[in-house]
């Protein structure tokens, strides 16, 4: 069991469709993160949120927009994906975004893009 | 630029065989230094970390010192399990970001 909750776990979605991937955590970690993973493959950031304000954002395409609503919630809604958008999502969530926090991951959401 | 190159995998070893993972990195300024672990179907899981100069991290009979001077964090055990069978990330953090090496699949047979 991990502290960080992702839902759904699996999604399977068409090109067409408008879909949201959820993380929730409890720590009281003030940064959150949203990672891509493709197989065999390390994460890659895509967003970071600092105090619930969007921090970094890695020049990563309109069609996927993250939201952070409070500090224990943050979105990722999705829309208009592409077959290449399949993979492994992945949120995190640390103390702070400072050198010495770890981050905390979620097991992630399975995403297939029909 | 910050960057982090792991030794390739596949890795195959033997129940109770001794592990070293090799990992190095460049990095700016004065990098924290992590390692990893993401069993199937999972997430990644912070398996241990080292924030300065010849720290150690430990866990789990896992070990790694952070060595400026040669730039590393490898990681070792003394004896694997087939429970260790994963893919080991190892990472720095600087800048207000992670990177991540390219992960070392570790299959331990009994």
């Known amino acids: 069991d991990t502290e960080v909750t992702q839902t759904p776990k699996h999604l399977v979605m068409g090109m067409t469709n408008k879909k949201s991937l959820k993380c929730e955590q409890h720590?009281?970690?003030?940064?959150m993160y949203w990672y891509k993973q493709k197989a065999k493959k390390p994460p890659e950031l895509m967003f970071v949120?600092?105090?619930?304000?969007?921090?970094i954002n890695e020049s990563v395409p309109s069609r996927f927009s993250p939201e952070c609503p409070n500090s224990s919630l943050l979105n990722l809604h999705l829309h208009a994906l592409q077959p290449e958008d399949s993979a492994l999502y992945l949120c995190?969530?640390?103390?702070?975004?400072?050198?010495?926090?770890?981050?905390?991951f979620g097991d992630g959401t399975r995403l297939s893009i029909l | 630029g910050n960057s982090v190159t792991q030794m390739e995998g596949p890795v195959t070893l033997s129940e109770e065989a001794f592990l070293t993972i090799n990992c190095t990195y460049t990095a700016t300024g004065y990098p924290s230094l992590f390692w990893y672990v993401q069993y199937p179907g999972e997430g990644l899981q912070l398996l241990l970390k080292?924030?300065?100069?010849?720290d150690k991290g430990s866990n789990k009979g896992f070990e790694a010192t952070y060595r400026k001077e040669t730039t590393s964090f490898h990681l070792e055990k003394g004896s694997v399990q087939v429970s260790d069978s994963a893919v080991y990330f190892c990472a720095l953090f600087t800048g207000n970001q992670f990177y991540f090496g390219t992960g070392t699949s570790l299959t331990v047979i009994p």
């Open positions: 080292a924030t300065k100069a010849d």
């Open positions: 720590m009281g970690h003030r940064a």
């Open positions: 995190a969530s640390s103390h702070s975004s400072g050198r010495e926090q770890p981050q905390h």
């Open positions: 949120y600092s105090y619930e304000k969007l921090s």
